[in-house]
C-alpha cells in the first residue's frame, strides 16, 4: 500500500527568521493524522535566514539527523562539538539522557537549507553521542545511497534506531531499487526535482509512505534529489 502526501498538505510556519515545513505535527502545527510514520517522527524542511539560528536548547530521547542542501549550518553543543553542516554532510546526534545545542546560519547573505529529521531511538537515557560523516554526489548518482543505519555498515552514520536512511540523485534514465520487507515500513521524501516512487509521481516536497511493500523502486527523475527510509513498524 502506498500513501502519497503532498508538498502543500504539509504545515507550515513562518517565523520570519526562520520558514519550516513540517511533515509530522510539531510545535504549533498539530494533525492527529500525522503524528510519524514508523518510528520516523520528525521532517522539518527549514530555511534559516542569513546571520540568524536556533538558539541554545535542549533535546533528550531521540536521533536527529541533519541534511542540508544549501548554505551551511554551524552545530555546537554541550558535549563539546562545534562543527559546519554542508552540502553532503549527514550530521547525527544522539540526544539520549539530554543534550543542548545550538543550530546558527553564520553567513551574510546566503539563506540556509536543510532538513531537520528525527528518529525514535531503540532505548532512552543512552549517553548521548554525535556524528557526521560526507557522502560525495558521484555515491549517490544513480543509486540509493545507505547514509545511515543501526550498525554503521558501508560506511554510514550509526543510528540507535531501528531505522536505515538512503539519499539518491536521478535523472533521465536513472533508477534506483531496494529491497524491503512487507512487516515494516518505508518512507520517501523528495528533496528536490520530481521523480516516480513505485510508480507514483512526486515533485519536490512530497512523500510516499509504503506499508506491507516488497520493494522501493525510483525511476523518472527530473534532476531529482531523495530522501528513502527503511523503519520499524
Known sequence: MITLRKSDDRGFADH????????????????????GFGNLRVINEDRIAPGTGFGAHGHRDMEIVSYVLDGALAHKDSMGNGTT??????????????????????APDQTTHFLQIWILPDAQGITPGYEQKHFDADSKRGTLRLVASPD???????????????????????????????SRKAYVHVVRGSVNANGKPLAAGDAALLSEESVLRLDQGRDAEVIAFDLAA
Open 85 to 106: 553542516i554542508r552540502p553532503g554532510d549527514v550530521q547525527r546526534m544522539s540526544a539520549g539522557r539530554g543534550v543542548m545545542h545550538s543550530e546558527s546560519n553564520h
Open 16 to 35: 520570519g527568521w526562520l520558514k519550516s515545513f513540517h511533515s509530522f505535527s510539531f510545535a504549533d502545527y498539530h494533525d492527529p493524522r500525522h503524528m
Open 152 to 182: 554503521g555498515r558501508d560506511g554510514s552514520v550509526t543510528l540507535h534506531a531501528d531505522a536505515a536512511m538512503y539519499a539518491g540523485l536521478l535523472d533521465g534514465s536513472e533508477s534506483a531499487e531496494i529491497k524491503l520487507d512487507p
